[in-house]
C-alpha cells in the first residue's frame, strides 16, 4: 500500500480527500441555500448525504493517523507551518463535527433521521399534531443546531484559506503541492 511522500501523495489519500471536499462544499451550499430560502424539500438529501460523508470523513480521519501528514513539498517558514496545521486541523474536526452535529441536533430534536428513505433514527410523532415531531431533548438538540450553524461557517473559512494557500504554493512558490493532489 502507497504512503504519501513530499513528492507524491497515494490513490488513497487524493481519493478521500476529493471526495470529502466536494461532499462537503456541496452539502454546506445545499444548507446555506436552504436555510436562505427556507427550501425544507431539499432536507431529506442533505441529511442522507450528510450522514453518508461522516462515514467517508472517518476513513479519511484513520488513513491520516495511519499515514501521518503529508510531507512538506518545500522549505516554509514556521509561520506558514503553524497556519497549515491549523487550517487542516480545523478542516478536519470541522468535517467530523459538522454531520455529526447535524445528525444529533436533527434526532435529539424529535425529527429523526432518514437515509434515501431508510429509518435510521425513528421521527418522534406529537400524537395531538401527526404534521409535528415533539424533540426529545430540546436544549440539548439547539445547542447541536447552533454547533451545526457555526461549524459550517468555520469550514467554509478553512475551504477558503486551503484554498488561498493551494494556489499560493502553486503561483508564488511554485512547489508540487498542488500537482501532487491533482496528478494520478
Known amino acids: 500500500?502507497?504512503?504519501?511522500?513530499?513528492?507524491?501523495?497515494?490513490?488513497?489519500?487524493?481519493?478521500?480527500?476529493w471526495i470529502v471536499a466536494v461532499g462537503m462544499i456541496s452539502l454546506l451550499a445545499i444548507g446555506v441555500f436552504m436555510v436562505e430560502t427556507k427550501t425544507y424539500s431539499l432536507y431529506s438529501?442533505?441529511?442522507?448525504?450528510?450522514?453518508?460523508?461522516?462515514?467517508?470523513v472517518l476513513l479519511r480521519v484513520f488513513w491520516r493517523i495511519k499515514n501521518g501528514w503529508p510531507q512538506a513539498a518545500g522549505n516554509y517558514t514556521k509561520l506558514e507551518h503553524?497556519?497549515?496545521?491549523?487550517?487542516?486541523?480545523?478542516?478536519?474536526?470541522g468535517t467530523l463535527l459538522l454531520p455529526l452535529s447535524g445528525f444529533l441536533m436533527s434526532s435529539l430534536g424529535g425529527n429523526g433521521v432518514e437515509v434515501f428513505g431508510l429509518e435510521v433514527v425513528a421521527r418522534n410523532v406529537?400524537?395531538?399534531?401527526?404534521?409535528?415531531?415533539?424533540a426529545h431533548?430540546?436544549?440539548?438538540?439547539?445547542?447541536?443546531?447552533?454547533?451545526?450553524?457555526?461549524?459550517?461557517?468555520?469550514?467554509?473559512?478553512?475551504?477558503?484559506?486551503?484554498?488561498?494557500?493551494?494556489?499560493?504554493?502553486?503561483?508564488?512558490?511554485?512547489?508540487?503541492?498542488?500537482?501532487?493532489?491533482l496528478k494520478e
Open 1 to 17: 500500500m502507497q504512503l504519501d511522500t513530499s513528492t507524491t501523495l497515494s490513490p488513497i489519500t487524493r481519493t478521500l480527500h
Open 45 to 56: 438529501w442533505h441529511k442522507s448525504f450528510g450522514f453518508i460523508i461522516f462515514f467517508v
Open 126 to 134: 406529537d400524537p395531538a399534531n401527526p404534521q409535528k415531531a415533539l
Open 82 to 93: 503553524i497556519l497549515s496545521k491549523l487550517v487542516h486541523w480545523l478542516l478536519i474536526v
Open 137 to 181: 431533548y430540546p436544549q440539548v438538540a439547539s445547542f447541536f443546531h447552533s454547533v451545526h450553524h457555526w461549524a459550517g461557517y468555520a469550514i467554509i473559512a478553512s475551504v477558503f484559506l486551503h484554498v488561498a494557500g493551494a494556489l499560493k504554493h502553486h503561483i508564488i512558490d511554485k512547489d508540487s503541492t498542488l500537482k501532487r493532489m
